[in-house]
Nanobody, 122 residues
Framework: QLVESGGGLVQAGGSLRLSCAAS????????MGWFRQAPGKEREFVAS????????HYAGDVKDRFTISRDNFKNTVYLQMNSLKPEDAAVYYC?????????????????WGQGTQVTVSS
């Protein structure tokens, strides 16, 4: 089970930190990812992290602004979002992979959270 938190309303240029608490399986054995879906758009990859936390991947438009991290002792993955833009507004989903490597492919993820809303005002 994955439970996201930390979403909300922020002004453009501001920051938010999303958290995703995992339970039900060995958290440290699997990659984790963040995806987002804006109204009228398909779900898209945002960031991913390998099981060890050593490797990460980012979508081009969030690289250098967002940082994914994980705490395998707390069974939690984070997404630090800085310099937020109105186009970052979306429902953000945490995803648990069935692979160990960091992956941008949604097919590599089998567990999904309920999503947390991020709204960015201009």
């Amino acid at each position: 089970q994955l439970v996201e938190s930390g979403g909300g309303l922020v002004q453009a240029g501001g920051s938010l930190r999303l958290s995703c608490a995992a339970s039900g399986r060995t958290f440290s054995g699997y990659a984790m990812g963040w995806f987002r879906q804006a109204p009228g758009k398909e779900r898209e990859f945002v960031a991913s992290i390998s099981a060890s936390g050593r490797y990460t991947h980012y979508a081009g438009d969030v690289k250098d602004r967002f940082t994914i991290s994980r705490d395998n002792f707390k069974n939690t993955v984070y997404l630090q979002m800085n310099s937020l833009k109105p186009e970052d507004a979306a429902v953000y989903y945490c995803a648990g992979g069935h692979v160990t490597y960091s992956s941008p492919r949604s097919n590599d993820y089998t567990s999904w959270g309920q999503g947390t809303q991020v709204t960015v005002s201009s």
